[in-house]
């Protein structure tokens, strides 16, 4: 069993900034890619960010120079660092791993956690 525990969501208004975690635990080999999505009302899902276990980072262009991804290894916890907020950044942010488990390689979703910011 794999769980991904997320953490940080909220309430912001415009420029205003909020961290989010997510700690991954479970039958857990290696993680090869950690990841941020994030879906707003009546949008499909988008990657926001995605880091690899060698800290190689990719981002939406729509978040470059305003947020961060980062990891702890040794605690199989991803961040996203989100600054200078814009209402059009509201949406749920999914956390995503793709991990090598028992069996082989998987890909792993957690529940979900709302970002919201007013204008």
């Known amino acids: 069993q794999v769980q991904l525990v997320e953490s940080g969501g909220g309430l912001v208004q415009t420029g205003g900034s909020l961290r989010l975690s997510c700690a991954a635990s479970?039958?857990?080999?290696?993680?090869?890619?950690m990841g941020w999505y994030r879906q707003a009302p009546g949008k499909q899902r988008e990657l926001v960010a995605a880091i690899t276990s060698g800290g190689s980072t990719n981002y939406a262009d729509s978040v470059k120079g305003r947020f961060t991804i980062s990891r702890d290894n040794a605690k199989n916890t991803v961040y996203l660092q989100m600054n200078s907020l814009k209402p059009e950044d509201t949406a749920v942010y999914y956390c995503?791993?793709?991990?090598?488990?028992?069996?082989?390689?998987?890909?792993?979703w957690g529940q979900g956690t709302q970002v919201t910011v007013s204008s």
């Open positions: 479970g039958i857990i080999f290696s993680i090869n890619v």
């Open positions: 995503n791993i793709d991990f090598q488990g028992r069996w082989g390689r998987y890909d792993y």
